[in-house]
């Protein structure tokens, strides 16, 4: 049993029982420290607690993934394991040897990368010229899973793919594709850059042999759609059109109508005004009737005007008190009414 020297006198800071969670290509760090730094020289040692003891730092499947942290600090006695792996998961034992000899155990849970969508088949859609992403998730994006595959097949079922990533064995995939696992190593997406028809078919995504899943790309020809219409939108608002425009029709209708009463109104109220106000002397029919001139210049220019507007005949009627007194020429004008007569 391999011992790694340290400090005499160390006693383990808390010895109660620690569980962790860890990710595939991940690290984790066991902790065990000495409480007294000025510790003297003793030995400890890692065990992984099986079915039996196992030194970590004796067995083959921890070569080069473990780190001690007491380089700088004697009586740091923690442990780092790289690289993360499914069988890594269990329990660890920090075991210090003194007369009083102390223990903490350590047990790590490692989550690994269980896919999204596992053994299905998602449909994807790209048009040529442009890129595509071919979706491909763990559900546990900090999980780096062990091994990763892309393969590209024509049909669905054939027995032969070729495999794009991480060698490309397929000519017409060569430079154009790209792994989107920068910042998430459960991202494990693969961009597609200048899209063709000829990249159209059946790509997997692997990371295991029960771990994988199908993506069908369809390239689609660029062209303008005409954008669908609903047809029982289309059928209302065709029965709804004549109900419209017979109500426009009948409001315009009526305002015409308003309009003209109101023009027909004015040019009335303006042929009473002019016949009324002119100052006209009236005769009876008896009379001379070229002696009927205006009293005035004003009067004269009001029959001008009339003259050149609408044409209006006038009539006037006498009417005397004693009709049989026609030597009286007495005229009572405030008996006399006048009718115009419109053309």
């Not at 029982?17 to 409480?35: F, I, K």
């Not at 060569?174 to 790509?203: A, V, W």
């Not at 709804?240 to 425009?245: A, D, H, M, Q, T």
Request: glycine share 4%; aromatic share 8%.
């Amino acid at each position: 049993m391999a011992k790694l020297f340290c400090l005499y006198g160390c006693i383990n800071r808390g010895t109660e029982e620690l569980t962790l969670t860890g990710y595939t290509g991940g690290s984790v760090l066991l902790p065990c420290t000495c409480t007294d730094p000025q510790s003297t020289v003793q030995t400890f040692t890692w065990l992984y607690l099986q079915q039996q003891r196992n030194e970590v730092f004796h067995n083959e499947n921890y070569k080069g993934r473990l780190k001690l942290l007491n380089e700088s600090s004697p009586t740091n006695l923690s442990l780092l394991i790289s690289d993360l792996r499914k069988q890594d998961e269990g329990k660890y034992r920090c075991e210090i040897y003194s007369h009083n000899p102390e223990y903490r155990d350590i047990t790590i849970t490692i989550k690994g990368c269980d896919l999204v969508n596992n053994t299905q088949t998602v449909e994807v859609m790209g048009r040529p010229g442009e890129s595509v992403v071919l979706p491909c998730y763990c559900k546990e994006l900090q999980a780096k899973p062990q091994q990763l595959a892309w393969t590209y097949s024509i049909t669905q079922f054939n027995t032969k793919p070729k495999e794009i990533y991480p060698s490309e064995q397929s000519p017409k995939h060569k430079d154009k594709i790209k792994l989107l696992n920068k910042t998430s190593p459960g991202n494990l997406s693969l961009l597609l850059s200048d899209l063709t028809t000829q990249h159209k078919g059946y790509y997997t995504c692997s990371v295991g042999s029960q771990q994988y899943i199908n993506i069908r790309l369809k390239a689609k020809a660029t062209h303008q759609t005409t954008p669908q219409t609903n047809p029982r939108s289309e059928t209302e608002g065709s029965s709804i059109k004549p109900y419209v425009f017979a109500l426009i029709s009948v409001f315009s209708l009526l305002l015409l109508t308003v309009l003209a009463v109101m023009i027909w109104r004015r040019r009335e109220t303006r042929d009473v005004k002019n016949g009324t106000s002119d100052g006209l002397v009236l005769y009876n029919d008896g009379e001379k009737k070229d002696v009927l001139k205006p009293d005035s210049s004003a009067q004269d220019q009001h029959i001008k005007q009339d003259e050149t507007e609408d044409e209006v005949t006038y009539s006037t009627v006498v009417h005397v008190k004693n009709a049989a007194r026609p030597a009286q020429k007495q005229i009572t004008t405030a008996e006399y009414s006048e009718y115009a007569c419109l053309k």
